[in-house]
């Protein structure tokens, strides 16, 4: 029964399981090496950090409420126009402001099993319906979102690559995707991890945001570009949606620190690269390695790894987990990512690469000690 003496949330905010990031303890007197939040091993770019610290001689004043600086930027860099971005608290902002702005009570939105995380929450937490679709291999059904679709669905969330797995889907796939999808309904791209992809067939969404009324591309700064602690994602998209997003977001929603370092980081260029460069040399490196030590792993074009274990006990997920954070390697547990037996690893500075291959060939070695 209700307690109706006290307040209650509104309907479906009790059946958010609460996020949990990835971990970062290990025991007292080990070396972190953090591979559980897909962070850049590479970090910001000097003059993003060197903006940082120009912006804080000025706290007593009020951001630029609409992040004009930052949205010229990534225009200029993108080759898009301003007026059709949007910056946010990290993209998840924008994932929370595009359910509150879209989803009403009895709405529904679709994403696939394992989908990220923030999907559901905001979902939920906009008194919408979360309708989950199968994937096949690790892989977004194109069809079966398709065949998802009722007269009250309103939003469509893709990752393109997802987190956890990594994978993606062709631009064809996408395109395919949105002509199946009625007109009213939003289509968002979520495409945190767009800079890393190296595929001839992958497309980041700009051109589908620019030929329809339907699609959204949303961004991040908290991965390649290494600024996760300071919250800054963007959204490319039609003129009719950035100005609803605009009546819905807090005034001063991106801060000023964020608005310099996410200005700075998108001018430097030549940083962008040598992360790019790491990522190729380290996909590929740990890929291989894991699958040396008999694991299977989802191919991913992302800054990650979906690593798969043996059921048998003494080799599962948990054990290995509990193994290599206690020698300081932190991967992230992905049970809530519909992957009971699977750890992800983020591709980390040669070190933590190593470290971990290391402690996991010691670990099926020598069993659990
Ligand atoms: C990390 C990630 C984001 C980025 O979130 P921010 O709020 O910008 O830090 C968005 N989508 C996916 C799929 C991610 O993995």
Redesign the pocket.
């Known amino acids: 029964m209700t307690d109706t003496t006290i307040p209650q949330p509104k309907s479906g905010v009790m059946d958010i399981a609460m996020y949990v990031p990835g971990k970062s303890k290990v025991p007292a007197g080990v070396t972190l090496h953090k591979l559980s939040s897909?962070e850049s091993p590479i970090g910001p770019s000097p003059d993003a950090v060197a903006a940082v610290a120009d912006a804080t001689s000025k706290m007593e004043d009020y951001p630029d409420g609409s992040s004009t600086e930052l949205r010229d930027a990534i225009a200029e860099v993108h080759g898009l126009n301003s007026d059709n971005i949007i910056c946010g608290n990290?993209?998840?902002?924008i994932?929370s402001l595009l359910a509150n702005t879209y989803l009403s009570g009895g709405d529904e939105a679709i994403f696939t099993e394992h989908g990220?995380l923030?999907y559901r929450i905001a979902t939920l937490a906009a008194g919408a319906t979360p309708v989950v679709v199968k994937e096949q291999d690790c892989k977004a059904d194109v069809d079966a979102i398709l065949e998802a679709v009722t007269p009250k669905t309103k939003l469509v969330f893709l990752?393109n690559p997802?987190?956890p797995t990594g994978t993606y889907l062709p631009i064809e796939e996408i395109r395919r995707l949105h002509a199946g999808l009625p007109s009213n309904v939003v289509l968002v791209i979520?495409a945190?991890?767009a800079e890393y992809v190296r595929r001839n067939d992958y497309e980041s969404g700009i051109e589908m945001v620019s030929s329809n009324s339907n699609v959204i591309m949303?961004r991040?700064?908290?991965?390649i570009y290494g600024l996760?602690a300071l919250?800054?994602?963007w959204a490319y998209g039609p003129r009719h949606m950035i100005d609803a997003l605009n009546r819905v977001r807090g005034p001063f929603n991106v801060n000023a620190a964020a608005i310099a370092a996410g200005t700075a980081a998108m001018k430097d260029k030549a940083h962008l690269e040598k992360s790019i460069v790491h990522n190729d040399e380290w996909l590929v490196k740990v890929t291989d390695a894991l699958e040396a030590l008999g694991l299977k792993v989802t191919p991913s074009v992302g800054n990650f790894v979906l690593v798969h274990f043996p059921e048998t006990k003494g080799k599962t997920a948990a054990e290995a987990d509990a193994y290599l954070t206690k020698h300081g390697f932190v991967l992230r547990a992905v049970t809530g990512y519909g992957f009971p037996n699977a750890l992800r690893m983020t591709i980390g500075s040669a070190e933590a690469n190593l470290g971990t291959l290391e402690h996991l060939k010691a670990f099926f070695e020598t069993g659990n000690a």
């Open positions: 897909n990290g993209s998840d902002e994932l990220f923030v990752a997802n987190n979520d945190a991890y949303t991040t700064f908290s991965k996760a919250r800054i994602g």
